[in-house]
């Protein structure tokens, strides 16, 4: 397992930008796609389309309009595209957080079910990365579902960013096909741009934890999987806690919503209680667990 501390946020620098501008396209090509800017009001059209498309919006809720999308693209904050043939397969939309551009807050991001499995999606998080260096903005932060595994993977392994707060029904009821009807706990992470592991995950090279060798070493289990899938709470009584997430909260939240509520309560109560009590999530195994390290309390 590679132990991450939540160091200063590394300084930009042009050997920084260069570095993160070629693993960007380097990303890019390897998932055959050219991912730029979006600034035409055509495009910036299709990227609310998209959005919608994924997230299975109720009429008259588009996650974005293009009047929105304009506005921010027209201020100087992040929306880009990747395409392929012409086809726009994937977008992401950020926008500057404190006074004086030090952050960027990344809002959305998705990709098409027919750009699915060739990494569109790491592809644009690096665009976004290497453009954000090159307005000197160091980090990034965003929002995401602790419950989808796949997300949390995506987010602390294969781009080595770490959470932060963990944020209570932060955006309130969402009417879409993605969410369901319960609440919207999140996420928040911070993407230290030149950091060392953030510089290796650019690069191919994924942030590894291995829940198991903890186990084997001492770890807690706080929650697991029970025999129905449902949560099952255990001790959270040593120096590093393991906590899981179900294989596929989306599919639950259609067939059980009741199974899948008591997900969201156990995992508030676990992750969000370790994390409140000053707990730092240090990484996420891909078979399904946050490692939280209890020893800076």
């Known amino acids: 397992m590679t132990n991450l501390a939540?160091?200063?946020?590394?300084?930009?620098?042009?050997?920084?930008?260069?570095e993160a501008v070629a693993a960007a396209r380097a990303a890019a090509t390897?998932?055959?796609?050219?991912?730029?800017?979006?600034?035409?009001?055509?495009?910036?059209?299709?990227?609310?389309?998209?959005?919608?498309?994924i997230w299975r919006?109720?009429?008259?809720?588009r996650p974005v309009t293009t009047e929105l999308l304009r506005a921010l693209s027209a201020a100087g904050n992040y929306v880009a595209g990747a395409f392929s043939d012409g086809e726009l397969l994937g977008a992401c939309v950020g926008f500057f957080g404190n006074p004086g551009k030090g952050s960027l807050h990344?809002?959305?991001?998705?990709?098409?079910?027919t750009g699915a499995g060739r990494g569109i999606g790491y592809a644009l998080k690096l665009h976004q990365r290497g453009w954000a260096l090159t307005q000197d903005v160091s980090a990034i932060k965003w929002t995401f579902d602790p419950l989808v595994r796949r997300n949390a993977y995506f987010n602390l392994g294969k781009l080595g960013a770490l959470p932060v707060l963990y944020l209570r029904d932060f955006y309130g009821p969402m009417a879409d096909g993605i969410n369901g009807s319960g609440d919207t706990d999140r996420l928040m992470v911070s993407w230290d741009l030149g950091g060392t592991a953030v510089r290796a995950a650019a690069f191919g090279e994924p942030i590894r934890t291995d829940a198991k060798?903890?186990?084997?070493?001492?770890?807690?289990?706080?929650?697991?999987?029970?025999?129905?899938?449902?949560?099952?709470?255990?001790?959270?009584?040593?120096?590093?806690?393991?906590?899981?997430?179900p294989a596929d909260i989306e599919g639950l939240r259609g067939t059980d919503p009741g199974k899948a509520a008591a997900w969201r309560a156990a995992l508030r109560e676990t992750l969000g209680g370790l994390m409140s009590a000053g707990g730092r999530v240090t990484g996420f195994d891909r078979a399904g667990f946050y490692v939280i390290s209890k020893e800076e309390q």
């Not at 990344?106 to 079910?113: D, F, L, M, Q, T």
Request: charged share 15%; net charge negative.
């Open 106 to 113: 990344s809002h959305i991001a998705g990709v098409a079910k």
């Open 213 to 245: 060798a903890l186990l084997a070493r001492g770890a807690a289990v706080a929650l697991s999987v029970d025999a129905d899938g449902g949560p099952a709470t255990g001790s959270a009584d040593a120096p590093v806690v393991v906590v899981a997430v």
């Open 30 to 53: 390897a998932s055959g796609v050219e991912v730029r800017e979006i600034t035409e009001i055509a495009e910036l059209t299709a990227v609310g389309v998209l959005f919608e498309a």
């Open 6 to 18: 939540m160091n200063a946020e590394q300084p930009v620098t042009s050997e920084t930008c260069d």
């Open 57 to 61: 919006s109720a009429p008259g809720t």
